[in-house]
């Protein structure tokens, strides 16, 4: 009798909470809208899926606001770093006399080699004061002032990856030649990219939420678990056009600025921690993909190994601000010793020597990269996959083969695995941090797409077709189509729907006035012409004293835009009318938010009683997206 009378309390409490919530509609800040309508027009990006744009934007003003450090970094650490970075200019004064670092894509390294890696790693995380710790918190907040957003960006991170390849080095007790980097492009060419065998035990660990296997498994560094996202929220790394976009580039600053793009597509696609300017550095992903920023920007100032003067000019003005030539590094322990301007000195690259990544090979491929990290043909390389991941380096070709066959039969695909958030809020990690709102999607059926198994049938005969089947029909479905007007906007490569008709529709939140962002997702049914979908978005708790502003956003699972709507206070029944994804939220009550992800739920589905049907209550929806192809997606101011 008390748990009934305690759920008729909730429910009562629920129901008194479904008048018009304390939320409402605000602009966005001028930065980030700007980036947007920057980048809707950039010649190298309008070209991209609007949510890769989108990304790119949100990104760079989540990491341009964060302008406090959690955690200040103490004399011993300041002095640790201070003696990498001279031995690392010792180390090149005497290139003469020693052999080159040597940097090899990851997938090219031999078992021995890897686990070489993987040991100075772990002997550097393993230390007493936690060396890899004090070299991760190197890229704090400040450092997005110098180090992202302006000419600086490649500099900076070359002197950092010298400092990180020195204690590992050290470390491996000389054992190691090198950082590899990470070529993403061997990963785009996959029909499946998140099946790279970069997200097995043998190599990187699971992509999927806490890494929970690899030579990282478990890891937790300055009290945060390490966790990935790969391919939840931006599907498709990068391609090859966008890299030969950036080497067509002629002018110095244009290609840093680019390069950056590229950079953040990279840290998107692996997700969790690596979305996180304060946390990226925890994944160790996080400097083999910066190896591999380096790498494309030594191909651009070097091209086929004939190193070019004008590109190791500094490309900054002293209108850059930060960025400026005569303005320190940031965050760096030699501050006033280097420049910005140093950072595209040549001499940083007289000790370091790139092996061609794979992903460039265009001839004898498989004599030149026999791993089993890679798949080559004559003239093209790719990753190989967690499916044909064989731990016996040394075996035949033909019986791998056999073996390969055998797995893929067993290898189980799914939609998507759910999101493992890490709850940041500015410099702390909790779930009750967070509060909850109700999202609805609409999404429209592209008709152009995909054919499902199902038809229509005539005098008993199934009219089979390639052009439509039974849930899209000739000509029945043009009155729907006149009435939803949708686009042909660009797509990610890999974006058809599950052979059931399950589609996924990505909608995220990210803070405006707090640093911190949700991903999560809801299921449409992409077979039927028009269908709907709830998902329940985390956003900040507002207090008393201080309100929550948060940025909400839906893409389908092309990458396509959906467009926001927001409720009309007041109005009966409720209507919505665009706005710009942005809304407040107070602490107010009624409140418009719950504090648990159930009690958002309730929220939406009401009960009058306990075992009762539910109704709808749309009055607790402060908003709604229309996915609709829409290829003007701009938000209002």
Known sequence: MKEILKITTLVTTILFCSVDA????????????????????????????????????????????????????????????????????NHRKKRATQNKRKRKEYRSLTEKE?????????????????????????????????????PNFPGWHRVFLLIYEEALIEASNGKLSGIPYIDWRLDYRLSSPGSSILWTNEYLGNGDGRVRNGPFENWVINRTTLVRNVGTTQRDPTNEDSVAELFAITSARSFADQLENVHNIGHIYVGGLMNSLRYATYDPVFFMHHCWIDYLWWRYQCPNGRCRDDRFVYPGTNRDGDHAPTEPMDNLVYKGELLTKDGYDRRWLDNVEYEISPADCNENCNSRYATNGLECVSSRCLSATSGNFSPFEKRKKRSANRR???????????????????????????????????????????TDERVYNSFTVKNGTVLSSTAYDFYDNRPEIQKIDRLTLTGHPSHFKNCTADESGAFKINVNSYGLNYRGNYEEYAIVDDRIPLSSAMAYIAVKRPTKRRSSKVYLTAFDGCGRYCTPECLVPGSKPPRYEPCTGAIEIDAKRPKGYANTFDDAVLMYFNFRKPGSFPTFNERSVPIVFYCKRNEKWIPAP
């Open 114 to 150: 890897r686990k070489v890696f993987h040991d100075a790693v772990l002997a550097l995380k393993a230390k007493s004061t936690s060396n890899y710790e004090t070299i991760a918190n190197y890229h704090q907040a400040n450092a997005g002032q110098s180090a992202h957003g302006g």
């Open 22 to 89: 304390r939320v409402r509609p605000i602009g966005l800040p001028k930065s980030l809208l700007e980036c947007f309508q920057r980048y809707s027009q950039n010649p190298y990006t309008k070209q991209y899926p609007v949510e890769q744009q989108s990304l790119i934007c949100l990104q760079r003003f989540t990491w341009m606001e964060s302008k406090t450090p959690c955690k200040k970094m103490s004399n011993t650490e300041l002095n640790y770093l201070r003696s990498l970075f001279n031995k690392s200019k």
């Open 404 to 446: 390969n066959r055998h797995l893929r039969k067993r290898k189980r695909e799914v939609l998507s695995y759910p999101v493992q958030n890490i709850f940041r809020v500015d410099c702390e990690s909790d779930t009750t941090l967070w509060g909850y709102i109700p999202v609805k999607v609409v999404y429209v059926r592209c």
